[in-house]
């Protein structure tokens, strides 16, 4: 319970212990620590005796150990040797016992003494080393009361080497005979009580959730021993009076506080000793005390020990005896929150809301309930309902915000998140959601300005590093993102989001290998974290890793961009996909477009294979444009529009989950061939034929929807070179986005536009291949090019997409492509010097 709900707040444990290791421990040293728990100080000891050194630790309880094991593990920590074993007065077996680690409890405070039945361990003792040891400088013991039995094993050993001694002393009813062992032993004693809370703790958090709670601890050094470090740092107060015990003067001082039962259970409650505040509370209510306070509490501290029936059935008598007692609504509902019964938890706060129309924080949770329940509409108008009660209440200003956020009304959500902050100055943390917004909008400057406020005002917030990271990835400035990135995680060590936005930064530079380190790390803190699955995929894939990435591919059914497609064709997502291991003989398996042109186009050379794998008949609802290029090509039986009713079939496989299904691993698995070959000839796509001049067709921009748009195009007047050149006659194969840039530019009478027939894509292809040359950016027309055979020469940025790895001039996917890549970021005018360098080399003419 302390451990872990400290390391879950605060990011540490008992710190001003390790402190005082830090003082006492060097490096070389060899450590006892009896009682390791799940390693938090083990950790610390091992760093700091370094590996000239070695920490032995031992920890009975098996679920404790194996957890001391796995943190070990993943710190890559060889300096210390576990021992799942208890440690006593004698060589003997004792029980461990059962518990149940799935509820909340201070497991590290079980004891050991007297155990009849549970699981047996072995105890040994520490005298066993003394031949084993050229020496032992400190023995930590944390062993729940049975510190003395510890020590009358390890007589031998702490006489022979003298160690400093640390110790759990928290039993009064032992204290004496403990004090007096150790000074038998020739050591002098002092109180150590360090707080469990620490002000400067890692996670910045100023939630005192320990209140005053301390550990009761003896620092023990021998007589003999020399030592240079200052006890009064750590308040360390000498013991002269065995009879003397911290705990109990503290305990008369709470007799003397509380004089009534509920301020005996406040008390109880506080110490988180849950099961004596129900007692103390069922016996106020067996005198009679029975009111809506008395129930709240008891639903309260039912919730505690996770008694969710029994709470339920307390918060109703609690409304029941008292609907006037608000905090029982808070709480009711908050717990039937917690069980996911949101339905429920939100007829709870509409009760409330019916007895304090006035409370702003009744309606603005029935938001928060409404929002979790996905009515984004009615979350709103609670939010508003809280407005209209309190204007100033900016919280519930900056929930509306944060939905239209997520509706992509960004402009609506930076207005809004403004009004926050002018409504409440101080809440801070807006500023870091409106500069995200303001980034939506590619108002870089503003959201620069207003995620610096955030990072000024809160100095450790970690989503305003990563969220400025975010802004400076949009303007190319992938280095200085890194940085913002990387302090995002030192503030927050588990922040996924943070990690996955690094992984960004480095991949825009080219650092693949660690982006995808930083990749797997999002997803080891957050393994359900879509988008960095998706991103890990296109890295690997980048790398060539194909099996991992198309494994990791398959995440993107579960992205935000892809669920409007599979709620528009239900149909067919009802049915069962095809997997590697589907028995499909002499089925209908229908594989169906889902992304762009180029997708489709690129992934169809895999669909032979599937037909021969699973002896199936293929059909394939493809995109309207790509129907009729795929008629009788790719070994497909029947191809059929997407845009018309869908054909019977038994299972279905999205077109680019073809690689996956098929186990493809390495890149001879890619056929580089021509494999769209039967187009007859179109007699209306007819070139000219005039005396020395070369066709070449052009294309420069691609879709606006497509991923990394902005990275792909440039500008049709890097052609002019080309165009204006007699040797040549240039073709525009630009449909849609970009086609109006010839008319812009004027070179309508140099342009040879037919893009008009262009209609689909079977048309485009019968055209290219009456080409000498296609060059084009990195879009449709180039996957296009490269399924028929056609001379290719695509253009890229520096890091493109995945398709194109990040360097070389061939492409493993098709035999007649030539890629010519951007030599410095976002520079397009090397790319043109090399390509116009290889069309005069290539057609021999002068540009």
């Not at 077109?655 to 061939?673: E, H, N, P, Q, R």
């Amino acid at each position: 319970m302390y451990i872990g709900k400290s390391i879950e707040e605060y990011g540490e444990f008992s710190i001003h212990e390790a402190n005082l290791f830090e003082k006492i421990c060097k490096e070389g040293d060899i450590v006892f620590e009896v009682g390791s728990n799940i390693g938090t100080h083990t950790q610390i000891l091992s760093q700091i005796v370094t590996n000239k050194g070695r920490v032995i630790a031992f920890e009975p309880q098996r679920l404790a150990f194996q957890t001391l094991c796995a943190n070990l593990a993943i710190n890559s920590i060889t300096n210390v040797d576990a021992y799942n074993q208890a440690v006593g007065q004698k060589i003997d077996k004792i029980n461990v016992p059962d518990l149940d680690y799935s509820k909340s409890n201070n497991f590290g405070g079980i004891s050991l003494q007297n155990i009849q039945n549970g699981k047996e361990v072995y105890q040994r003792t520490l005298d066993e080393f003394i031949n084993k040891l050229s020496h032992l400088d400190f023995l930590k013991i944390d062993v729940e009361g049975m510190e003395i039995d510890v020590l009358l094993g390890a007589k031998k050993i702490v006489s022979k080497f003298k160690p400093i001694i640390y110790l759990e002393n928290d039993r009064q009813e032992k204290s004496e005979k403990l004090i007096k062992l150790m000074w038998s032993m020739g050591y002098k004693l002092y109180w150590h009580l360090p707080p469990l809370y620490n002000l400067d703790n890692f996670f910045s958090n100023s939630n005192n959730i320990f209140e005053n709670i301390v550990s009761v601890n003896m620092f023990c050094i021998h007589e003999s021993l020399k030592y240079d470090f200052d006890l009064n740092e750590f308040n360390l107060k000498e013991i002269t009076d065995a009879l003397f015990h911290p705990m109990s003067q503290k305990k008369l001082e709470k007799e003397k506080e509380y004089k009534v039962k509920l301020k005996e259970y406040e008390d109880a409650y506080r110490n988180r000793d849950y099961q004596k505040a129900l007692n103390i509370i069922s016996s106020l209510i067996e005198k009679g005390y029975k009111n809506g306070e008395i129930y709240n509490n008891l639903g309260f501290l039912y919730s505690k020990l996770q008694k969710w029936q029994d709470s339920v059935d307390s918060y109703q008598i609690a409304l029941r005896l008292d609907p006037n007692y608000l905090s029982s609504y808070f709480n009711f509902a908050a717990l039937l929150k917690g069980l996911k019964r949101y339905k429920d938890a939100l007829q709870v706060y509409v009760m409330g809301v019916r007895k304090y129309p006035k409370d702003f924080n009744l309606h603005n949770n029935i938001g928060m309930v409404y929002e979790t329940l996905g009515d984004d509409n009615n979350a709103i108008e609670a939010y508003k309902n809280a407005v209209r009660v309190n204007p100033k209440f900016a919280k519930a200003i900056n929930n509306i915000a944060v939905i239209l956020y997520k509706q992509k009304r960004y402009k609506e959500s930076s207005d809004m998140f403004e009004l926050a902050l002018k409504t409440d100055p101080n809440y801070v943390e807006v500023y870091s959601n409106l500069g995200a917004a303001l980034n939506r909008q590619k108002r870089y400057g503003e959201s620069i300005k207003a995620l610096e406020t955030a990072i000024e005002k809160l100095p450790k917030s970690a989503g305003a590093y990563t969220n400025l990271g975010n802004v400076y990835n949009k303007l190319f400035e992938y280095k200085k993102a890194e940085e913002l990135h990387k302090k995002s995680i030192k503030l927050e060590p588990k922040g996924s989001n943070a990690y996955a936005n690094l992984a960004s930064s480095l991949k825009n530079q080219g650092l693949v290998k660690k982006a995808i380190d930083s990749y797997r790390k999002a997803i080891t803190y957050e393994p359900s974290f879509v988008n960095a699955h998706f991103d890990l995929s296109t890295a690997l894939l980048t790398l060539g890793e194909f099996e991992e990435g198309f494994l990791e591919y398959e995440w993107r059914f579960k992205k935000d961009e892809m669920i409007p497609h599979i709620v528009k064709y239900k149909e067919i997502f009802s049915k069962p996909m095809l997997t590697k291991n589907t028995n499909a003989k002499d089925k209908v398996v229908l594989i169906h477009s889902e992304q762009g042109f180029g997708d489709s186009i690129m992934f169809a050379r895999f669909i032979p294979q599937i037909k021969e794998k699973f002896s199936c008949k293929i059909i394939f609802k493809a995109r309207d444009e790509l129907v009729e290029l795929f008629k009788n090509n790719c070994d497909i039986d029947e191809v059929y529009y997407r845009s018309k009713p869908t054909p019977e079939f038994d299972f279905h496989l999205p077109i680019m989950s073809a690689a996956f299904v098929l186990g493809i691993k390495d890149y001879k698995d890619f056929s580089s061939s021509a494999y769209i070959n039967n187009l007859e000839d179109d007699k209306t796509l007819a070139i000219q034929k005039e005396n020395k001049k070369y066709n070449i067709g052009i294309c420069w921009s691609a879709s606006v929807t497509g991923e990394s748009y902005e990275g792909k195009v440039f500008d049709l007047k890097y052609f002019e070179p080309l165009i204006n050149s007699e040797n040549f006659n240039i073709y525009s194969l630009q449909v849609g986005d970009g086609k109006n840039d010839i008319e812009e530019n004027c070179f309508t009478d140099k342009i040879i536009d037919i893009t008009d027939s262009l209609t689909d894509f079977k048309k485009t292809a019968i055209f290219a291949k009456k080409l000498d040359l296609v060059i084009t950016s990195d879009t449709s027309v180039a996957h296009l090019c490269g399924a028929i055979g056609v001379k290719t020469w695509t253009l890229l940025q520096k890091f493109p997409d995945w398709r194109w790895e990040n360097k070389g001039e061939k492409s493993y996917m098709y035999d007649s492509m030539k890629l010519i890549r951007q030599k410095h970021d976002r520079n397009w005018e090397t790319v043109f010097q090399s390509l116009f360098d290889k069309v005069q080399k290539e057609f021999k003419v002068k540009l």
